[in-house]
């Protein structure tokens, strides 16, 4: 699967973007999504992941309460709604497909800047 990711930007604190992840091919469905984000000089991290049916979510404490991730397996996109923005939130944000216990596809990332 191929992923493309967009949406980024450069949006004050407090404000709100939404990031989208095109995946191609027909078994998108199959795919538990994720998005990871990271900061410069610092390590990626794990954002928030959706499972196949949308059923099920997680998200990191940090993002919790903030971030809504979401899938539409129609258009074979996973979005990632994001309010409340911190300066902190500025990072390269990726999106991710696994079908095993790793992430093995991954998006080329796009940038979202948050200033104060």
């Known amino acids: 699967v191929q992923l493309q990711a967009s949406g980024g930007g450069l949006v004050q604190a407090g404000g709100s973007l939404r990031l989208s992840c095109a995946a191609s091919g027909r078994t998108f469905s199959s795919y538990v999504m994720g998005w990871f984000r990271q900061a410069p000089g610092k390590e990626r991290e794990f954002v928030a992941a959706?499972?196949?049916?949308?059923?099920?979510?997680t998200y990191a404490d940090s993002v919790k309460g903030r971030f809504t991730i979401s899938r539409d397996n129609a258009k074979n996109t996973v979005y990632l709604q994001m309010n409340s923005l911190k300066p902190e939130d500025t990072a390269v944000y990726y999106c991710a497909a696994r079908v095993t216990t790793e992430y093995g596809y991954w998006g080329q990332g796009t940038l979202v800047t948050v200033s104060s």
């Open positions: 959706i499972n196949w049916s949308g059923g099920s979510t």
